[in-house]
């Protein structure tokens, strides 16, 4: 497309061009009433003193007579830029007057007409116009008296010149002017387009710029850059966790090959090879876990799991969090005891139940009492072995809790202990994916919050904090009704 | 029972159609959407194990077809997307039950046999017996012998789970599915120490243990050993 094809197709300018049709319209159309206007109060002049006229000279014809008359009219006629005067006889022989000819038949007709005329003292041969009176005097003769309507024809050109003029000035005006705007707009759209090209390339860094004005051309490229921020950040996540699935999935795959190359090499019994396959099918599942949290963390992050959200009361997920667990606590010499009240909360009950269930387990792990705490021989009290799942509402957010009594995470480490895949040193030798903390810090972020890990003195709370629901009081749609068993 | 396997992938289909025949199940194998309709349609199947994404017409789609036409043969969706929505929307669509690939073969048999069972089954009993362990549902209460059992009222609902679907196999996911409604796998052994408890209530003290071990798979419970 040309560059001018560009500028015709802008909507400023196709715009500009309907201003100027309704501009071009109105100056024609005002420019016509003062025309027509105009020749109205021309013709009426002169018909006022034409019959001004015909009153002053009948009333000498009807004193003076015929001769009186004449004499009139002879005189009258001389005056320079004089009115027409003709009188007839009855058989329409001229007897005094100064026109020249006449249109055929005008004298015929008494009353107002308009005609061609010529005066008996033109040297030229062009004929005029005139409006003409023609009165019927007694015993036969005819008056006529009439005016050139030079003067009205005159101001009917400068009318229409003007009106000519008018038109260009507003015409070139207004192309000039759609042009400049459109080709002001344009370069605008064009810097837009530009910087999207960019962008398309690959460069996510871009945006697009915005000038001072604040005009709606402004706030669309704020609003854009919004969305731009928006995606580098997500595909900088995206970006992060392939790389993390490419370091941190590798290994294990490389330990499963490498058992699986082992037991073909080595293996003689079939209880070798069995404990091999049976180690290898171990090892997949937990990549499978791995894969399917990474998976779980990326649609939390990128936000795609709020379609999914309900009101639910947050005390039933812990409650719900404390009985699954509360056996498994038990069993590693743990205690669990959980402590809530009613808050109603909007989200994804699912993945706020898997974000807590996810804390509870890396208090059950990691959340022992240190034995180098303790004094030699000291019984380890019951207080240190408990785990707590605390549910409370602090001005309009919503606390999920879980506290332990463990060796806790040194402040430095808090931050690093979020990200993907880290596993802190003490955690080493424990079975785990590492993306526990993550799940919850992704799940809490979906839903306008954060996690926060903070000293228990000793030990370690997680607390999962979300936004309240607002203006539910004590109104509280819990469901209790649990989705269709299918498999029932 | 008589399986029909809608899946694209060859050789995952021959390896399903292997192993379900090796525990003496029937099993076809249609390899698109619109085969596996027709095919449907005509058999007298006992389930369906259809694949969610499929060549021709997609899984969600032919069972919609299905249901449609008033088939209710009990399906099984697999499928590699696993998150709670779009297990949510297969269930919607008329599937039975949805399991997320990767899979294991176990997982899948005890799943389809709790459907195949379901389908052809009684209605629902206020009374389950396994042996001489008895289970009132309407009175919740639990019986072995002579002696009343107390139970937190989620042990029942394990029980009852177990109960219903006595003799077959019941894996930890349909358990944490079903008992307790979560769909997230828990990375610790949180089902077997809720079975352990059970188990101590149930069978300790018993000559005969009714709450077995599959290696493997996951639970049974039952009367003695087939």
Same mark, same amino acid.
């Given at each position: 497309?040309?560059?001018?094809?560009?500028?015709?197709?802008?909507?400023?300018?196709?715009?500009?061009?309907?201003?100027?049709?309704?501009?071009?319209?109105?100056?024609?159309?005002?420019?016509?009433?003062?025309?027509?206007?105009?020749?109205?109060?021309?013709?009426?002049?002169?018909?006022?003193?034409?019959?001004?006229?015909?009153?002053?000279?009948?009333?000498?014809?009807?004193?003076?007579?015929?001769?009186?008359?004449?004499?009139?009219?002879?005189?009258?006629?001389?005056?320079?830029?004089?009115?027409?005067?003709?009188?007839?006889?009855?058989?329409?022989?001229?007897?005094?007057?100064?026109?020249?000819?006449?249109?055929?038949?005008?004298?015929?007709?008494?009353?107002?007409?308009?005609?061609?005329?010529?005066?008996?003292?033109?040297?030229?041969?062009?004929?005029?116009?005139?409006?003409?009176?023609?009165?019927?005097?007694?015993?036969?003769?005819?008056?006529?008296?009439?005016?050139?309507?030079?003067?009205?024809?005159?101001?009917?050109?400068?009318?229409?010149?003007?009106?000519?003029?008018?038109?260009?000035?507003?015409?070139?005006?207004?192309?000039?002017?759609?042009?400049?705007?459109?080709?002001?707009?344009?370069?605008?759209?064009?810097?837009?387009?530009?910087?999207?090209?960019?962008?398309?390339?690959?460069?996510?860094?871009?945006?697009?710029?915005?000038?001072?004005?604040?005009?709606?051309?402004?706030?669309?490229?704020?609003?854009?850059?919004?969305?731009?921020?928006?995606?580098?950040?997500?595909?900088?996540?995206?970006?992060?966790?392939?790389?993390?699935?490419?370091?941190?999935?590798?290994?294990?795959?490389?330990?499963?090959?490498?058992?699986?190359?082992?037991?073909?090499?080595?293996?003689?019994?079939?209880?070798?090879?069995?404990?091999?396959?049976?180690?290898?099918?171990?090892?997949?599942?937990?990549?499978?876990?791995?894969?399917?949290?990474?998976?779980?963390?990326?649609?939390?992050?990128?936000?795609?799991?709020?379609?999914?959200?309900?009101?639910?009361?947050?005390?039933?997920?812990?409650?719900?969090?404390?009985?699954?667990?509360?056996?498994?606590?038990?069993?590693?010499?743990?205690?669990?005891?959980?402590?809530?009240?009613?808050?109603?909360?909007?989200?994804?009950?699912?993945?706020?139940?898997?974000?807590?269930?996810?804390?509870?387990?890396?208090?059950?792990?990691?959340?022992?009492?240190?034995?180098?705490?303790?004094?030699?021989?000291?019984?380890?009290?019951?207080?240190?072995?408990?785990?707590?799942?605390?549910?409370?509402?602090?001005?309009?957010?919503?606390?999920?809790?879980?506290?332990?009594?463990?060796?806790?995470?040194?402040?430095?480490?808090?931050?690093?202990?979020?990200?993907?895949?880290?596993?802190?040193?003490?955690?080493?030798?424990?079975?785990?994916?590492?993306?526990?903390?993550?799940?919850?810090?992704?799940?809490?972020?979906?839903?306008?919050?954060?996690?926060?890990?903070?000293?228990?003195?000793?030990?370690?709370?997680?607390?999962?904090?979300?936004?309240?629901?607002?203006?539910?009081?004590?109104?509280?749609?819990?469901?209790?009704?649990?989705?269709?068993?299918?498999?029932? | 029972?008589?399986?029909?396997?809608?899946?694209?992938?060859?050789?995952?289909?021959?390896?399903?159609?292997?192993?379900?025949?090796?525990?003496?199940?029937?099993?076809?194998?249609?390899?698109?959407?619109?085969?596996?309709?027709?095919?449907?349609?005509?058999?007298?199947?006992?389930?369906?194990?259809?694949?969610?994404?499929?060549?021709?017409?997609?899984?969600?789609?032919?069972?919609?077809?299905?249901?449609?036409?008033?088939?209710?043969?009990?399906?099984?969706?697999?499928?590699?997307?696993?998150?709670?929505? +779009? =297990?949510?929307?297969?269930?919607? @669509?008329? #599937?039975? !039950?949805? *399991?997320?690939?990767?899979?294991?073969?176990?997982? %899948? &048999?005890?799943?389809?046999?709790?459907?195949?069972?379901?389908?052809?089954?009684?209605?629902?009993?206020?009374?389950?017996?396994?042996?001489?362990?008895?289970? +009132? =549902?309407?009175?919740?209460?639990? @019986?072995? #012998?002579? !002696?009343? *059992?107390?139970?937190?009222?989620?042990?029942?609902? %394990? &029980?009852?789970?177990?109960?219903?679907?006595?003799?077959?196999?019941?894996?930890?996911?349909?358990?944490?599915?079903?008992?307790?409604?979560?769909?997230?796998?828990?990375?610790?052994?949180?089902?077997?120490?809720?079975?352990?408890?059970?188990?101590?209530?149930?069978?300790?003290?018993?000559?005969?243990?009714?709450?077995?071990?599959?290696?493997?798979?996951?639970?049974?419970?039952?009367?003695?050993?087939?």
């Amino acid at each position: 497309m040309t560059a001018f094809g560009k500028l015709v197709r802008t909507t400023a300018f196709r715009l500009t061009l309907v201003y100027l049709f309704l501009f071009a319209l109105f100056a024609a159309s005002l420019l016509g009433y003062f025309a027509w206007n105009t020749r109205r109060m021309i013709t009426e002049q002169i018909s006022t003193t034409v019959n001004a006229e015909t009153g002053e000279l009948s009333e000498i014809f009807g004193r003076r007579g015929l001769r009186g008359l004449v004499n009139n009219i002879e005189n009258r006629a001389l005056r320079p830029s004089a009115n027409l005067y003709l009188l007839t006889t009855l058989n329409g022989q001229a007897i005094a007057g100064n026109v020249g000819s006449l249109a055929p038949g005008v004298m015929g007709t008494t009353g107002w007409s308009e005609t061609a005329y010529r005066r008996l003292d033109d040297q030229d041969n062009t004929d005029h116009r005139a409006l003409v009176h023609v009165t019927q005097l007694s015993s036969g003769f005819r008056l006529l008296i009439g005016r050139d309507l030079e003067e009205r024809r005159r101001l009917f050109g400068i009318v229409a010149k003007a009106a000519q003029w008018s038109i260009l000035v507003v015409v070139v005006l207004g192309i000039g002017g759609g042009i400049f705007v459109a080709r002001r707009v344009l370069r605008r759209i064009d810097a837009m387009t530009g910087t999207t090209q960019r962008i398309m390339a690959g460069d996510l860094s871009g945006r697009l710029p915005v000038g001072r004005s604040g005009d709606e051309l402004d706030r669309l490229a704020g609003n854009l850059n919004a969305m731009l921020e928006r995606i580098e950040a997500l595909m900088t996540g995206l970006k992060e966790v392939s790389d993390n699935i490419a370091h941190d999935l590798k290994t294990p795959l490389t330990r499963l090959r490498n058992r699986a190359e082992e037991a073909l090499a080595k293996s003689a019994t079939e209880a070798e090879y069995r404990a091999a396959l049976e180690r290898t099918i171990e090892e997949s599942d937990g990549l499978i876990r791995t894969f399917n949290a990474l998976l779980m963390i990326a649609r939390a992050e990128s936000g795609q799991a709020r379609g999914n959200m309900d009101d639910f009361d947050a005390a039933e997920v812990a409650n719900g969090i404390h009985e699954l667990y509360e056996p498994l606590a038990e069993d590693d010499g743990m205690s669990l005891r959980v402590k809530t009240a009613p808050v109603p909360v909007h989200g994804n009950r699912e993945l706020i139940s898997q974000a807590l269930a996810n804390l509870v387990e890396n208090a059950i792990k990691y959340g022992k009492p240190a034995p180098s705490a303790q004094p030699q021989g000291a019984v380890v009290s019951m207080d240190a072995k408990q785990i707590l799942i605390e549910v409370r509402r602090e001005g309009d957010q919503v606390l999920l809790s879980v506290t332990d009594h463990g060796p806790g995470i040194p402040a430095a480490d808090r931050k690093h202990a979020v990200e993907r895949f880290v596993r802190l040193e003490a955690s080493r030798t424990q079975p785990g994916s590492g993306l526990g903390l993550s799940l919850a810090s992704a799940v809490a972020t979906l839903h306008g919050g954060e996690l926060r890990l903070s000293d228990a003195n000793p030990g370690l709370t997680a607390t999962l904090a979300i936004p309240a629901l607002k203006g539910a009081g004590d109104r509280l749609a819990v469901q209790t009704q649990d989705v269709p068993q299918k498999v029932a | 029972m008589r399986l029909l396997i809608i899946e694209d992938d060859r050789e995952s289909a021959d390896y399903l159609v292997k192993a379900f025949r090796e525990v003496g199940h029937i099993a076809d194998l249609a390899g698109d959407g619109e085969e596996g309709l027709s095919l449907a349609q005509s058999g007298d199947y006992d389930v369906l194990v259809v694949d969610r994404m499929l060549p021709k017409r997609d899984g969600l789609s032919l069972i919609g077809a299905l249901r449609e036409k008033g088939n209710h043969t009990p399906v099984l969706i697999l499928s590699a997307l696993g998150q709670v929505d +779009d =297990r949510i929307k297969g269930l919607r @669509a008329g #599937g039975d !039950d949805y *399991l997320p690939k990767p899979y294991s073969f176990a997982e %899948l &048999l005890a799943r389809v046999e709790v459907l195949s069972r379901r389908h052809g089954g009684p209605a629902e009993e206020t009374t389950y017996r396994v042996g001489d362990l008895e289970l +009132d =549902r309407l009175s919740h209460r639990v @019986a072995r #012998g002579k !002696d009343e *059992l107390t139970l937190q009222p989620r042990e029942f609902r %394990l &029980l009852e789970y177990l109960m219903k679907h006595a003799g077959q196999v019941v894996t930890r996911t349909m358990l944490l599915e079903n008992v307790w409604d979560y769909h997230f796998d828990p990375q610790t052994n949180v089902i077997d120490v809720h079975i352990s408890r059970l188990r101590s209530k149930i069978d300790k003290g018993f000559e005969r243990p009714l709450l077995h071990t599959i290696r493997g798979a996951g639970y049974m419970i039952r009367d003695g050993i087939r």
